[in-house]
Structures are given as C-alpha cells and as structure tokens.
T-cell receptor, first 113, second 116 residues
C-alpha cells in the first residue's frame, strides 16, 4: 500500500531558528514529490516539486532534499519567520498503477517570538 | 490568491438540509477536483473531472453529488449528511490529469462544513 509518513506531527520553534521536516514514503514506482504549505483557513500552496533525478531544490528560505534510494525527503526552513507558521504537507505521485497522489498528514509548524 | 475560489467559506447545516458548495477556477485548466480534509488525516480525493467528464469517483457516499457544468465551475451537492462529514472541503484545478510535474494542482481556500 502506498503511504506517506511525515514527522514530526507538530513543531514549535523560535523566530529566526532553522528547522527540518521529514517525509518518508513507500510509493513505487516514483514520479515526483511536492511539498505544500497550508496556512490556517487556506488551501495548500506548492512550495517545490522534486523528480527522481533531483537531490536538492531551493525556493527562497525553503530547501527540499530527496533521496530516492531511501525514499526520504526533507524540507529545511532557514531563519524562520512568523509567517512560516502553517502546516506543511508532503505529496508523492507514482507512475503506472501508482500514479495517484498520496498525501501525508502534514507537520504543523508554529513559529513564536 | 491561487485563481481558485470557493463559496461559501463556512457552512453549518443540519442532517436533513440540502446545500451546495461552489468552486470556480480562473486559470483555464481542464481538470477539477474535490477533496475532503479532516483533522489529523491526509487529504482524501473525492472526485476528479477532466473536460467536464467525471473520471474518478473514490467510493464516496451518494449523499455527495458532484456536478461540473463547464471546465471552470464545479459543484458539490450535499444532502442528508452525517456529523462525521464535518470537514474542510477543498477544490483544486490543474491543466490536465497526467502525472507530470506540469500538472500542479492549485487549491481553493476551502469550505469549512459543520453538520449538526
């Protein structure tokens, strides 16, 4: 069964600090992996997408990594800001019979003063 | 904003009511989706429409009835719902439905539904 597991479930950090969110998946064969940011009361917005051949991709203060061999991805947030408080959702798409999207349950990040 | 709007943003209804959720996309996309998001659960895909034709129905109870009159509009008609149907209902659109990176889904803000 295709699954996406995210950790931690929730996280509280001080403004200005860095943090790393984890995503492990079992989806196979693999096509791509997206990280979404979902603000409270909003729909998810894509931060980055990674395909099989990509190891690292940055979008401003967000850097995603992918290890397709171990089926792991991480999202690193540098110099966190209050506006980073949101849920971060990892979504994996496979190919062929696994071509549907598989969603993680998300990590709830709270950045405080 | 993502170019996908949803109305209403909040809805409270009794189990015997009939209501409809509306979604509109201004992106020229060909595919539209309904998702259910419950607390501490992954997003659940409910329906997929491609060029106004339903291409996926993920074992959703018949008390949820989708309608796609054109490629820009998507409705979810609700009747005789249960309290466990309370959730955030998200609409999304994408250029197409194939699995490539170009078919990013753009989400609306959602309708927060409470069933009493």
């Amino acid at each position: 069964k295709n699954q996406v597991e995210q950790s931690p479930q929730s996280l509280i950090i001080l403004e200005g600090k860095n943090c790393t969110l984890q995503c492990n998946y079992t989806v196979s064969p693999f096509s791509n992996l997206r990280w979404y940011k979902q603000d409270t009361g909003r729909g998810p917005v894509s931060l980055t997408i990674m395909t099989f051949s990509e190891n690292t991709k940055s979008n401003g203060r967000y850097t995603a990594t992918l290890d397709a061999d171990t089926k792991q991805s991480s999202l690193h947030i540098t110099a966190s800001q209050l506006s980073d408080s949101a849920s971060y959702i990892c979504v994996v798409r496979g190919t062929g019979t696994a071509s549907k999207l598989t969603f993680g349950t998300g990590t709830r990040l709270q950045v405080t003063l | 904003e993502t170019g996908v709007t949803q109305t209403p943003r909040h809805l409270v209804m009794g189990m015997t009511n009939k209501k409809s959720l509306k979604c509109e996309q201004h992106l020229g996309h060909n595919a539209m989706y309904w998702y259910k998001q419950s607390a501490k659960k992954p997003l659940e895909l409910m329906f997929v429409y491609s060029l106004e034709e339903r291409v996926e129905n993920n074992s959703v109870p018949s008390r949820f009835s989708p309608e796609c009159p054109n490629s820009s509009h998507l409705f979810l008609h609700l009747h005789t719902l249960q309290p466990e149907d309370s959730a955030l209902y998200l609409c999304a659109s994408s250029p197409g439905t194939s699995g490539g990176a170009e078919n990013e889904q753009f989400f609306g803000p959602g309708t927060r539904l409470t069933v009493l």
